[in-house]
Each structure stands twice: as structure tokens, then as C-alpha cells.
């Protein structure tokens, strides 16, 4: 049976890692390639590449550090950030991505969603949505989370499934970098909704919040997360063993 | 020399590099004079089947290939590349494949759990048949490593071609071979150090 993936984001600027509570305050914390490769020893079963500052300042990604990443690992490569156009698609895909993650840039124009889906497939486009909690209400955010749509975001997601996107990353502002565990009251709102892998992220503090992530919700693909990961606070190997302790199905 | 047939169907850039990560010579191209040199043969895709095969006929490859697999050249095709080999495909209509291995594409709707989702995505533990010696790909590795698969459709009615399986929900076709002709409908070269050494293996035949 198929089992449950763990997968680091390395969240990138400027060619380096960083990784901010609640998107703010970002602090350089180490080498893209490096990392990655560290990861994979380590038993990641894949990687999300975001290149977190590119929607905002409209830059694209730097294609020789997933170049370079791509070369020296041969898990699954998610690539995020700066996506706008079919030609960003193309870039990234052609530096190694296995699959291309958009979230402003589908707000902006949903209609790349359709138009990814029909020329790369649609397990090469992942809809990435940031989301919080305004007035009781599950909202999209833009912009890493700088920029309120007034979208609902459950609506806003099931329609990028509708048009071809083949997996959700659900990114909560509520609990990101806040370390008390994922937040499973959205999640489960979204895995009720779409009939795709939805990956976890946002509030993974300690090895137990992703065994309460895939207990309580079976329906969760994969739980995601960066700084834990980074400063060393969860180590993957010992995270994927104590997860196959907990009868969860992981790859060891 | 192992030759990647381009024939403009999905990401090379990842399958070039595991060749290197191995230590393995390995060429992207689509001259066939490069193909007929070569000491084996990678096919590989991603995307819909009817677009590839057109694709691959149009570039005149799928000529190129057969003629090279009765040399006795060992060909491995990967997810696409592995569907493209069989007798023929049902994915959106009825088409030809290579008919080089026994069986056919078909939809894994109807056959798997409604419950589970579709396209089967993720790292899943292949499955030896009891019936079959191991296949000389898997000489590296152990029955329940697990690989990385994303696929709507699998093979099916592939008799006693199949080396593994995968189950979700049901017994997914994992991998094939007839005779000098493998596939594998997971990607090599996206799972981790078990991917290298079947790849490695591959340029051992």
C-alpha cells in the first residue's frame, strides 16, 4: 500500500534557506544543495523547492541551484514560487522539477491551472494555497501570505482540482511556524472536498504532531514542513521509524 | 553507451543525471545512428499515451526500437515508456503500442477501491511473484523496497511478464520483461538509492 510522505520545504532566497514564523522576520539558515542531498540520505521521500519571495518581487527562481539539486538527488522535486506563465512551467521542469507547485500566480490567472494540466498533466501541477482564518472564515492569501483575497479558500481549491490541478499543498497561516501541530480542523475540511493527495503544512513542532496528523486524518497524503527540519528539531529517519511504530506506512 | 530515446515526451534531466550519479555513459538523442550504436536502450515518457506513440512514430523511432530489440539489445521502458511496449492501449480510445511485451493499458478505475485516490502517486513496495525468478533489474535490491510511482493506467493481462507488483487496492502491474525487454511503470530515477541500483543493474545486463 502506498504510504505516507514526509517531505522538507526548503524555503528559498537569494540562492539560500530561510524559514520565518508566520512568513515574517526570514533568517538565513543554509546551502539549498546541501540540504537537499542531507534530506534524501536522510529518507525524505521528497522535496518542495519555493522560491518564497519571487511572487512579491516578481522574480523568478535561480535555476542553477535546482539545477544543481536536481543532479545530486533522485527523489520527487517540487518547484514553487514566481510561477506565472506556461514558460515558468517550462523553466523549472527543464532544470529537473518533477512537478510545479502555483499560488499567487494562479489567483491572478486560474486559467494556467487548466493549460499546465493539459500540456504537462495533471500530476505535474500542484495548487499551492495559503490560508487563514478571517472572521470564522477559511481565506486564500497572496503574495506569502501578505495579501488577503477575501476568496473562501475550500471553493478556491476544489476549483483548481476541477481544472486539472493533481495534488493540494495546504499551507495554514494560523499555525505555521507556531510549532503546536498541523491544523487539522482545515485539513479535513479540504480532504472532505477534493479527491487528490492533499500535503499537510504549516505547525509541525515535534515528531508526534505528524502521528496525530495521519491518525486523525487518513485521508492526508503527506505532512510537509522546514524549519524542524533545518535546525534538526525532528530528525526524518527517526520521525519515519517512530511513524512505522504508530502504524503508520512509511517508507524506511 | 546506453541511449535516452528523446522523442519530446517528458523530463530527461532527471534520468541524465541518475546515469551519471552511477557512473554509467549515457546519451539523450534521437538519431537513430546514435540509438544503433548504443549497448542499451532507455525509453522513457511521461503525459498521454496516443500523443507519445504518434510522437514516436513520427520520429520513425518505434522502427528503430523494434529492429534494435531483435538485435537483442536490452530496451527498458519507464512509466509511459514501459505502457508504450505493450499490445495495445485503452487510454482515451484504442491504440497501438510497440507489441513487444504481452498485455495492454487499461484504467485503474473500476479495478481499484473508489475510496482511493487516483492517479496512484507516492512511494509504494514492490511485490515479487512467487512463480518467476527475480528479474536481473532487482539484483540489487530486496522484495518490499519501495519506488516512486505516478500513473492513471497500468498494465494488465501481462500474463507471466510481470516481476512485480504493487498493491493499492489491488495488484498493480510494477514491472515487466520479455526476454531483452523490461519496463518498469515506476520511475527509476525518482526513487532514491533503490532507483540507482535497478538502474545500475539494468546497464549490468
Same mark, same amino acid.
Given at each position: 500500500?502506498?504510504?505516507?510522505?514526509?517531505?522538507?520545504?526548503?524555503?528559498?532566497?537569494?540562492?539560500?534557506?530561510?524559514?520565518?514564523?508566520?512568513?515574517?522576520?526570514?533568517?538565513?539558515?543554509?546551502?539549498?544543495?546541501?540540504l537537499?542531498?542531507?534530506?534524501?540520505?536522510?529518507?525524505?521521500?521528497?522535496?518542495?523547492?519555493?522560491?518564497?519571495?519571487?511572487?512579491?518581487?516578481g522574480r523568478?527562481?535561480?535555476?542553477?541551484i535546482?539545477?544543481?539539486t536536481?543532479?545530486?538527488?533522485?527523489?520527487?522535486?517540487?518547484?514553487?514560487?514566481?510561477?506565472?506563465?506556461?514558460?515558468d512551467?517550462?523553466?523549472?521542469?527543464?532544470?529537473?522539477?518533477?512537478?510545479?507547485?502555483?499560488?499567487s500566480?494562479?489567483i491572478?490567472?486560474?486559467?494556467?491551472?487548466?493549460?499546465?494540466?493539459?500540456k504537462?498533466?495533471?500530476?505535474?501541477?500542484?495548487?499551492?494555497?495559503?490560508?487563514k482564518?478571517?472572521?470564522?472564515?477559511?481565506?486564500?492569501?497572496a503574495?506569502g501570505?501578505?495579501?488577503?483575497?477575501g476568496?473562501?479558500?475550500?471553493?478556491w481549491?476544489?476549483?483548481?482540482?476541477?481544472?486539472?490541478?493533481?495534488?493540494?499543498?495546504?499551507?495554514?497561516?494560523?499555525?505555521?511556524?507556531?510549532k503546536?501541530?498541523?491544523?487539522?480542523?482545515?485539513?479535513?475540511?479540504?480532504?472532505?472536498?477534493?479527491?487528490?493527495?492533499?500535503i499537510?503544512?504549516?505547525?509541525?513542532?515535534?515528531?508526534?504532531?505528524?502521528?496525530?496528523?495521519?491518525?486523525?486524518?487518513?485521508?492526508?497524503?503527506?505532512?510537509?514542513?522546514?524549519?524542524?527540519?533545518?535546525f534538526?528539531?525532528?530528525?526524518?529517519?527517526?520521525?519515519?521509524?517512530?511513524?512505522?511504530?504508530?502504524?503508520?506506512?512509511?517508507?524506511? | 553507451?546506453?541511449?535516452?530515446?528523446?522523442?519530446?515526451?517528458?523530463?530527461?534531466?532527471?534520468?541524465?543525471s541518475?546515469?551519471?550519479a552511477?557512473?554509467?555513459?549515457? =546519451?539523450?538523442?534521437?538519431?537513430p545512428?546514435?540509438?544503433?550504436?548504443?549497448?542499451?536502450?532507455?525509453?522513457?515518457? =511521461?503525459?498521454?499515451?496516443?500523443?507519445?506513440?504518434?510522437?514516436?512514430?513520427?520520429?520513425?523511432?518505434?522502427?528503430?526500437?523494434?529492429?534494435? =530489440?531483435?538485435?537483442?539489445?536490452?530496451?527498458?521502458?519507464?512509466?509511459?515508456?514501459?505502457?508504450?511496449?505493450?499490445e495495445?492501449?485503452?487510454?482515451?480510445?484504442?491504440h497501438?503500442?510497440?507489441?513487444?511485451v504481452?498485455?495492454?493499458?487499461?484504467?485503474?478505475?473500476?479495478?481499484?477501491?473508489?475510496?482511493?485516490?487516483?492517479?496512484h502517486?507516492?512511494?509504494?513496495?514492490?511485490?515479487?511473484?512467487?512463480?518467476?525468478?527475480r528479474?536481473?533489474?532487482?539484483?540489487?535490491?530486496?522484495?518490499?523496497?519501495c519506488?516512486?510511482?505516478?500513473?492513471?493506467?497500468?498494465?494488465?493481462?501481462?500474463?507471466?511478464?510481470?516481476?512485480?507488483?504493487?498493491?493499492?487496492g489491488?495488484?498493480?502491474?510494477?514491472?515487466?520483461?520479455?526476454?531483452n525487454?523490461?519496463?518498469?511503470?515506476f520511475?527509476?530515477?525518482?526513487?532514491?538509492?533503490?532507483?540507482?541500483?535497478?538502474?545500475?543493474?539494468?546497464?549490468?545486463?
Amino acid at each position: 500500500m502506498i504510504t505516507k510522505r514526509i517531505i522538507p520545504c526548503l524555503d528559498v532566497r537569494n540562492g539560500r534557506v530561510v524559514k520565518g514564523t508566520n512568513f515574517e522576520n526570514l533568517g538565513d539558515v543554509n546551502d539549498p544543495v546541501a540540504l537537499a542531498s542531507y534530506y534524501s540520505g536522510a529518507g525524505a521521500d521528497e522535496l518542495v523547492f519555493y522560491d518564497i519571495t519571487a511572487s512579491a518581487e516578481g522574480r523568478g527562481l535561480f535555476t542553477d541551484i535546482l539545477k544543481k539539486t536536481a543532479s545530486t538527488i533522485f527523489i520527487p522535486l517540487t518547484v514553487g514560487g514566481g510561477i506565472n506563465t506556461l514558460e515558468d512551467f517550462d523553466r523549472v521542469l527543464k532544470c529537473g522539477a518533477d512537478k510545479v507547485s502555483v499560488n499567487s500566480g494562479a489567483i491572478r490567472n486560474p486559467d494556467l491551472i487548466g493549460q499546465a494540466a493539459k500540456k504537462y498533466g495533471d500530476q505535474c501541477v500542484v495548487i499551492s494555497a495559503d490560508v487563514k482564518r478571517v472572521d470564522g472564515r477559511f481565506t486564500v492569501f497572496a503574495k506569502g501570505g501578505r495579501e488577503n483575497t477575501g476568496m473562501e479558500a475550500i471553493g478556491w481549491i476544489k476549483r483548481c482540482v476541477d481544472m486539472g490541478a493533481g495534488e493540494v499543498v495546504l499551507n495554514s497561516i494560523d499555525t505555521d511556524g507556531v510549532k503546536n501541530g498541523f491544523d487539522l480542523e482545515m485539513l479535513d475540511a479540504v480532504c472532505n472536498a477534493v479527491s487528490v493527495p492533499v500535503i499537510a503544512s504549516g505547525g509541525a513542532g515535534r515528531a508526534e504532531d505528524f502521528i496525530t496528523l495521519f491518525q486523525t486524518l487518513p485521508k492526508v497524503d503527506a505532512g510537509l514542513a522546514a524549519s524542524i527540519f533545518h535546525f534538526g528539531e525532528v530528525n526524518i529517519a527517526e520521525l519515519k521509524r517512530l511513524l512505522a511504530q504508530n502504524g503508520v506506512n512509511v517508507r524506511l | 553507451m546506453t541511449a535516452i530515446i528523446d522523442y519530446g515526451v517528458g523530463n530527461l534531466f532527471s534520468l541524465k543525471s541518475s546515469f551519471a550519479a552511477i557512473g554509467a555513459d549515457a =546519451v539523450v538523442t534521437s538519431d537513430p545512428a546514435v540509438i544503433n550504436d548504443s549497448d542499451r536502450i532507455i525509453l522513457p515518457g =511521461v503525459g498521454a499515451f496516443a500523443d507519445a506513440a504518434k510522437k514516436l512514430r513520427d520520429a520513425g523511432l518505434d522502427s528503430v526500437l523494434k529492429a534494435q =530489440v531483435k538485435t537483442g539489445k536490452p530496451l527498458l521502458g519507464i512509466c509511459l515508456g514501459m505502457q508504450m511496449l505493450f499490445e495495445k492501449s485503452c487510454e482515451y480510445g484504442e491504440h497501438d503500442g510497440l507489441g513487444l511485451v504481452q498485455g495492454s493499458v487499461v484504467p485503474m478505475q473500476g479495478v481499484i477501491p473508489a475510496a482511493l485516490k487516483i492517479p496512484h502517486i507516492g512511494w509504494n513496495a514492490l511485490i515479487f511473484p512467487a512463480d518467476r525468478p527475480r528479474s536481473e533489474i532487482y539484483k540489487y535490491i530486496n522484495e518490499g523496497d519501495c519506488v516512486y510511482f505516478v500513473h492513471s493506467f497500468y498494465g494488465a493481462d501481462c500474463g507471466d511478464a510481470v516481476t512485480a507488483y504493487a498493491e493499492y487496492g489491488a495488484l498493480l502491474t510494477a514491472s515487466v520483461q520479455n526476454g531483452n525487454v523490461y519496463g518498469t511503470q515506476f520511475h527509476p530515477e525518482k526513487s532514491g538509492d533503490v532507483g540507482l541500483k535497478i538502474l545500475k543493474a539494468f546497464t549490468e545486463i
